[in-house]
């Protein structure tokens, strides 16, 4: 009667290790799966679209901190993009998405160098979109940006 006992607590523990094993396992699979999905939503990048532009065409483009909002159909939200030229060579192009709620952020304003969202006051640096003062969280969205000055023309890589 003793070895009876003996292989029912060994076949009782042999099913209690194979049921935890197998959930462990479940759980190790299910959680590998999910961190997948997750990081397969979070990575997803939108197509980038280089758009062409002749910086001649635009005369708010033909001095240093000249900025104009340019519309890219079907590109960044349909909200236009900010291209400021910052010197000969060197141009920078920003979301005008404020970093807030969404709203269209102004011009830059020529003395104070700085990027308003007429909304609720956030403010941008000009030079790089970076963040000066809230309530947004973060900075504009930049877009780089490579410029041929034989040909006055800016290639502006928007996602």
């Known amino acids: 009667m003793g070895e009876l006992m003996n292989t029912n607590e060994t076949t009782s ?3 209690n290790f194979l049921v935890q094993s197998g959930t462990l396992l479940g759980v190790g699979l299910f959680a590998g799966s999910i961190s997948n999905f997750l990081e397969s939503c ?3 990048t939108a197509p980038v679209v280089q758009q062409q532009i002749n910086v001649t065409q635009y005369p708010e483009l033909q001095n240093d901190f000249g900025a104009k909002k340019i519309k ?3 590109l960044n939200q349909n909200f236009p993009v900010l291209v400021i030229r910052k010197s000969a060579t060197s141009f920078v192009a920003l979301s005008t998405i404020c970093a807030h709620q969404g709203n269209e952020v102004n011009l830059p304003d020529p003395v104070t160098k700085t ?3 007429p909304v609720h006051g956030s403010q941008y640096n000009e ?3 970076s963040l000066k003062l809230g309530p ?3 900075g504009l969205q930049q877009f ?3 410029f041929d000055a034989a ?3 800016l290639t502006i890589s928007i996602s």
């Open 13 to 15: 523990e042999r099913r």
């Open 136 to 138: 947004a969280t973060h």
């Open 72 to 74: 890219f159909s079907g």
């Open 144 to 146: 780089p940006t490579t």
């Open 151 to 153: 040909t006055n023309i």
């Open 42 to 44: 979070t990575n997803s």
């Open 127 to 129: 030079i790089d979109g």
């Open 115 to 117: 990027i308003t969202c």
